[in-house]
Structures are given as structure tokens and as C-alpha cells.
């Protein structure tokens, strides 16, 4: 497939899980994609081996999203290897669950500076590019957590529901440039974040689809959402939950 022939993507965050699921998604249907990672280079180098396969093109960039300077970094990076920017894929984040009372400071503010922050600064780094050349697509990976809110998250749900309201607010804004900019909410996702989940089947009941997503059926949507496909679709929050937020 070449949906995406010739297009440049970024993607932050995508060695594992869902942001792993986008960059090999994005590749199979002909976009060159940067993607970040903060810790590990071999996980980077197993996606990027991944890429080869796929007869694909990548490039992974050792970045923290929180770090303004390096978002830019990233930016500048990616523009150089491939001249053009044409899709900014905000994945990146973390968890840090804990009940309110028991949550330090820094906890909280550990998952804001990554969760939301981070998706500001790769949003900022990326925009003026976007507005010059007239066209991009930005896609802000929030949670149901953001809509609903989930007990022990109040960092998570918090800055996941940032993301909503940056999304909408930005969708308004550069909307004149033919910038589009729209959110996927992602229900209880397979992944090494969850395989561990402690009351896994009681939240599969909860699910009128019965079982978690896989990686994949979320990168689909980001595709359906970076393509001609969704000319007409900005500003929106679209749940890939199994009916979870029903």
C-alpha cells in the first residue's frame, strides 16, 4: 500500500506497544518515519531492524519529549535526513498510578512534564513547518482515561485530558493552513505496560468487546487519520475502546 508515499512522519515514543504498532504501520504503507525513544537503543535498533524488513525507511532519535530544545533537535533532524515534515504522531508516555494521597509532587509532575508537556513541545517544534508549507497532520494519542477519568491516575487522566483540550485548541487554530489535528483515546490496550495489570479479567468484563486492543487496531486509526481519507475530520477525540467508555 503507498497511502503515504512520500510523506514524512514523526513519531515519539515508538519502540514498544502502541508507538511501535505506528511507526511499522506507517512505514508498510509508505511514509519515511523518525521515531523517538529515551532509554533503550536496542529496542530502537529491533524496530528499526523491523523497518528493513518491511523494505521500509527510518530513523531513530535518542529525544525526551519534555526537553523543548531536544523536540526541536528532533525536528531539525528529521527535515535534514528527508527535507519535509508532513505528519507529527504524539505517542510518548508514562504512568506513574498511585492514589491522590499517597502521589508525591513529583510524581504528578513527572507524568504532566511527559504526558502533556511533551506533546506541546513536539507540537510547537513542528508547527511552524506546517503553517510554512501550508499542509500537515498532527495525531495526539490521549486515553479513555481523559474522558471518563480512572481512580489511582489522577496524573494520567489529568494530562490525558490536557491532550483533548490541546488538540481542539490547536485544530481551531491552524485549521487556515490546512493543518489537520485530531486525538485517539485508546481503552485498555495489549502491551508491557498492562500484561502485568493486576484485575485483568475484571476489567475485560467491563468491555462490551470482551478483551483488550492490540497495538495494530490503534495504529490503523492514526493511519485512517493521517491519510486523504479524513480530509474532513479535525479537532475530534476517537476512542478505540471496545466500548469501554460507553
Same mark, same amino acid.
Given at each position: 500500500?503507498? =497511502?503515504?508515499?512520500?510523506?514524512?512522519?514523526?513519531?515519539?515514543?515508538?519502540?514498544?506497544?502502541?508507538? !511501535?504498532?505506528?511507526?511499522?504501520?506507517?512505514?508498510?504503507?509508505?511514509?519515511?518515519?523518525?521515531?523517538?525513544?529515551?532509554?533503550?537503543?536496542?529496542?530502537?535498533?529491533?524496530?528499526?531492524?523491523?523497518?528493513?524488513?518491511?523494505?521500509?525507511?527510518?530513523?531513530?532519535?535518542?529525544?525526551?519529549? !519534555?526537553?523543548?530544545?531536544?523536540?526541536?533537535?528532533?525536528?531539525?533532524?528529521?527535515?535534514?535526513?528527508?527535507?519535509?515534515?508532513?505528519?507529527?504522531? #504524539?505517542?510518548?508516555?508514562?504512568?506513574?498510578?498511585?492514589?491522590?494521597?499517597?502521589?508525591?509532587?513529583?510524581?504528578?509532575?513527572?507524568?504532566?512534564?511527559? #504526558?502533556?508537556?511533551? =506533546?506541546?513541545?513536539?507540537?510547537?517544534?513542528?508547527?511552524?513547518?506546517?503553517?510554512?508549507? !501550508?499542509?500537515? #497532520?498532527?495525531?495526539?494519542?490521549?486515553?479513555?482515561?481523559?474522558?471518563?477519568?480512572?481512580?489511582?491516575?489522577?496524573? =494520567?487522566?489529568?494530562?490525558?485530558?490536557?491532550?483533548?483540550?490541546?488538540?481542539?485548541?490547536?485544530?481551531?487554530?491552524?485549521?487556515? =493552513? #490546512?493543518?489537520?489535528?485530531?486525538?485517539?483515546?485508546?481503552?485498555?490496550?495489549?502491551?508491557?505496560?498492562?500484561?502485568?495489570?493486576?484485575?485483568?479479567?475484571?476489567?475485560?468484563?467491563?468491555?462490551?468487546?470482551? !478483551?483488550?486492543?492490540?497495538?495494530?487496531?490503534?495504529?490503523?486509526?492514526?493511519?485512517?487519520?493521517?491519510?486523504?481519507?479524513?480530509?474532513?475530520?479535525?479537532?475530534?477525540?476517537?476512542?478505540?475502546?471496545?466500548?469501554?467508555?460507553?
Amino acid at each position: 500500500m503507498t =497511502y503515504l508515499k512520500d510523506k514524512v512522519a514523526i513519531v515519539t515514543g515508538g519502540t514498544r506497544g502502541i508507538g !511501535r504498532a505506528i511507526v511499522l504501520e506507517l512505514v508498510q504503507n509508505g511514509a519515511k518515519v523518525v521515531f523517538t525513544y529515551l532509554k533503550s537503543d536496542e529496542s530502537a535498533g529491533i524496530v528499526l531492524d523491523e523497518v528493513k524488513e518491511l523494505n521500509g525507511e527510518a530513523e531513530a532519535i535518542k529525544a525526551d519529549a !519534555r526537553d523543548l530544545s531536544d523536540a526541536k533537535r528532533v525536528v531539525e533532524e528529521t527535515i535534514n535526513k528527508f527535507s519535509k515534515l508532513d505528519i507529527l504522531v #504524539n505517542n510518548a508516555g508514562i504512568l506513574k498510578d498511585k492514589a491522590l494521597m499517597m502521589m508525591e509532587p513529583a510524581e504528578w509532575q513527572e507524568v504532566i512534564d511527559t #504526558n502533556l508537556t511533551g =506533546y506541546f513541545n513536539m507540537a510547537k517544534a513542528c508547527i511552524v513547518t506546517m503553517m510554512k508549507q !501550508r499542509s500537515g #497532520n498532527i495525531v495526539n494519542i490521549s486515553s479513555v482515561a481523559g474522558i471518563v477519568g480512572m481512580p489511582r491516575q489522577i496524573n =494520567y487522566s489529568s494530562a490525558k485530558a490536557g491532550i483533548i483540550g490541546l488538540t481542539k485548541s490547536l485544530a481551531k487554530e491552524v485549521a487556515s =493552513y #490546512n493543518i489537520r489535528v485530531n486525538a485517539i483515546a485508546p481503552g485498555y490496550v495489549e502491551s508491557d505496560m498492562t500484561k502485568d495489570l493486576k484485575g485483568k479479567e475484571d476489567l475485560v468484563k467491563r468491555i462490551p468487546l470482551s !478483551r483488550f486492543a492490540k497495538p495494530d487496531e490503534v495504529a490503523k486509526v492514526v493511519l485512517f487519520l493521517v491519510t486523504n481519507k479524513s480530509d474532513y475530520i479535525t479537532g475530534q477525540v476517537i476512542k478505540v475502546d471496545g466500548g469501554l467508555a460507553i
